[in-house]
């Protein structure tokens, strides 16, 4: 098992998927921890692989009792993939991040 799962099996950490993947939207944006960092890391020819699994992991972030998850979920439901990658995270699709989301998405 990689060693990043082994964060939600010790029970004295109090640091469960809910408080991690909560406020996708914000973490989502553009200039914040999951695509500034995988847009950056392509700048510098860095492989951002496991960035762009996190960003699908938090746009299929679901949990009713999160605003923003729930908003996010209407928008991909409504607006679909395209929308929340150009508008949310500030992604074109000739971006290679965005190609990248949208095949493990």
Do not use: W
Not at 26 to 42: C, F, I
Not at 88 to 102: I, P, S
């Amino acid at each position: 098992m990689p060693t990043y799962y082994h964060r939600f099996e010790n029970p004295l950490l109090a640091d469960g998927v809910d408080r991690v993947g909560r406020s996708p939207l914000r973490k989502l944006g553009a200039a914040d921890r999951l695509v500034r960092p995988a847009v950056e890391a392509g700048k510098l020819g860095l492989p951002h692989e496991n960035l762009a699994k996190a960003i699908v992991a938090a746009l299929k972030f679901d949990d009713a009792s999160d605003d923003e998850a729930v908003k996010l979920q209407k928008m991909l439901k409504e607006e679909g993939l395209d929308y929340v990658l150009t508008t949310v995270c500030g992604l074109t699709q000739t971006d290679a991040l965005y190609k990248e989301v949208v095949s493990f998405y």
